[in-house]
């Protein structure tokens, strides 16, 4: 990747036939079309927005490419972003918060619902998942909601630009072209989940599966091939061009979702037939005798005094 404008490759989508990318610096969101021969750029797409930080590359389920101005080194953003730039118009801004204050990331899905889902990159400790509850409409800001967390295992894959500790890193994030396999990738591994249903939640629950990408100098891109083959990319660091590498059938790695097992039936409600109707009567009368009792036994009492 010796093009200028992809020297910080941060994000990457195969739609319609395309390899699209995108870099996280600049002040307006431009998106590439790559040619896979020999890596130039022949198409761009732009949006006027001047993000932030933008750091991954999603496609959504009407093919829409969606840009996210996720990132936030220093942890102070009141607002992050996604940038939808559909095939035909104009692009559109949507704002988005945290539920629990600002975050750094670096990795973005849309699911099958037009939602976007964040993956957020923390060191030692896991990963949230972010999600908005509807696609969001309008500029916003709109609220995304805390669905669980990813606790990737550990990796001696070596690599990186920050050792050990990029192991671990969440840096960017994939979906297969059916849906079925999620890949999410750190500076040296990509960790892919079988999908069931479109439920990434549940997906992100299973343990994955790896795919070591080492000695990159710092893979923050990833992408699947119609076929199932797994793209990955680097950043230009340290004098060391970037690369796209491509690993064929991973994507069949991921195996399938276990199944989710079904909830128990419901226990049956059975109608309260409310009280007998001689109960009213034998409470009056247990009263009444309870009563006299108490009559008896003060009269006794005043006899002995």
């Known amino acids: 990747m010796d093009d200028p404008r992809l020297g910080e490759l941060s994000g990457m989508v195969v739609h319609d036939g395309g390899l699209w990318a995108l870099s996280d610096g600049g002040r307006r969101v431009q998106v590439h079309r ?10 761009t797409r732009t949006a006027d927005d001047d993000p932030y930080d933008v750091e991954d590359l999603a496609v959504g389920p009407d093919g829409a490419l969606w840009a996210a101005d996720l990132g936030d080194n220093d942890r102070r953003r009141e607002t992050v972003a996604v940038v939808v730039l559909p095939e035909r118009g104009a692009a559109d801004l949507h704002r988005l918060t945290y539920p629990d204050g600002p975050h750094d990331a670096e ?3 849309v699911d099958g619902q037009g939602r976007p889902f964040v993956i957020t990159k923390e060191v030692g400790r896991p990963a949230g ?4 509850a509807d696609p969001p409409r309008g500029e916003g800001p709109t609220p995304l909601l805390r669905v669980g967390e990813l606790a990737l295992p550990a990796s001696d894959t070596l690599g990186g630009p920050v050792g050990g500790i990029g192991t671990r890193l969440v840096t960017g ?11 999410v990738r750190t500076y040296t591994d990509a960790w ?3 999908v069931s249903g479109g439920d990434l939640v549940a997906a992100f629950n299973q343990t994955p599966v790896r795919v070591p990408l080492p000695g990159e100098p710092q893979g923050e891109a990833i992408a699947f091939e119609p076929d199932g083959t797994l793209l990955s990319g680097s950043e230009t660091r340290g004098g060391v061009p ?6 064929p059938g991973a994507a069949a790695l991921a195996g399938e979702a276990a199944p989710v097992a079904p909830l128990p039936p419901a226990p049956e409600v059975v109608p309260d037939p409310g009280p007998p109707p001689w109960l009213p009567a034998a409470l009056g009368g247990a009263a009444v005798v309870g ?10 009492l005043r006899g002995r005094g």
């Open 242 to 247: 970037g690369e796209i590498r491509a690993v």
């Open 34 to 43: 790559i040619d896979r021969s020999n890596c130039r750029v022949i198409g």
């Open 291 to 300: 009563v006299l009792l108490l009559l008896t036994a003060a009269v006794a």
């Open 192 to 194: 892919l989940f079988p």
């Open 129 to 132: 998942l972010y999600r908005t």
């Open 107 to 109: 990795a973005l899905l």
């Open 173 to 183: 994030a994939a979906l297969s072209a059916d849906g079925t396999v999620a890949a």
